[in-house]
């Protein structure tokens, strides 16, 4: 049960690179979600999907871009890194569209990237 | 003012003690609730949702008030692997969107 995996695990890029983080789930969730999660703040949603070529903005999207061709695959891509984008991302599914953890569907996160950009 | 707030602790307790702490969140919409344990440079995950009538989960209570807007953890008989961030998470429109607090960070020692 590979369950929901994250590459890569950890990288450091220099400001201005463009760099991408994939996500691939292995139970066919419908929806996916790509968080940050930095010193002092909760997790902060900046992308979700909730199916294969449908996506929305979260709270902090901006230098962000996704796609969702395939509904395994999550990838987010930062366009042109800044320092401020070094963060932890975790990506995350849910299993159902009905009404999500009000109805005990768990969102299950993967164990994170850490990225720097210098 | 952010959505969800949490003492950041940290809570140093010795083992087999009782452990509390509160977050509140600002909108009185908010319609789920949950808690979520970190553990260091690990994912959330899970600990347990939390009912408008209070729950139980082995050693863990949680309970909503909803006209203070505020929900509550307690860790009764704490363990030294209860050690971790708990993460007090809220659901406001129903939907996918999760708010999450900052965590409360707890420190069980022998």
């Known amino acids: ?6 590459s890569p695990r950890y990288k450091i890029t220099e400001t201005g690179r463009q760099v991408t983080l994939m996500c691939h789930q292995t139970w066919s969730h419908s929806y996916m979600f790509w968080y940050r999660q930095d010193l002092g703040h909760g997790l902060r949603l900046i992308y979700y999907s909730a199916a294969a ?5 979260g709270e902090v999207p901006d230098g962000y871009v996704v796609s969702r061709s395939k509904t395994e ?11 401020s984008q070094t963060s932890v991302y975790f990506c995350a599914s849910s299993e159902s569209r009905d009404r999500a953890p009000s109805s ?5 996160f993967g164990e994170g990237s850490w990225l720097t950009v210098v | 003012r952010k959505e ?3 003492d950041p602790g940290p809570f140093n307790v010795p083992e087999g003690a009782t452990v509390a702490f509160n977050c ?13 344990r970190q553990d260091c440079r690990k994912e959330p995950k899970l600990l347990m949702s939390v009912y408008s009538s209070g729950n139980e989960d082995g050693r863990f ?11 509550s953890l307690l860790i009764r008989d704490s363990k030294l692997s209860d050690s971790a961030t708990y993460l007090c998470v809220v ?3 129903d939907d996918y969107k999760l708010s999450f607090g900052a965590g409360t960070t707890v420190t069980v020692r022998a």
């Open chain 1, 1 to 6: 049960d590979a369950g929901i995996t994250q």
């Open chain 1, 53 to 57: 070529d449908i996506t929305d903005k």
């Open chain 1, 73 to 83: 695959n999550f990838p987010l891509t930062l366009e042109s890194a800044t320092r």
């Open chain 1, 104 to 108: 005990g569907n768990t969102i299950y």
């Open chain 2, 4 to 6: 969800v707030e949490q």
């Open chain 2, 24 to 36: 509140t969140y600002s909108n009185s919409a908010s319609q789920s609730f949950f808690w979520y």
């Open chain 2, 61 to 71: 209570t949680a309970q909503l008030n909803r006209a203070s807007q505020y929900i």
């Open chain 2, 91 to 93: 659901n406001i429109d």
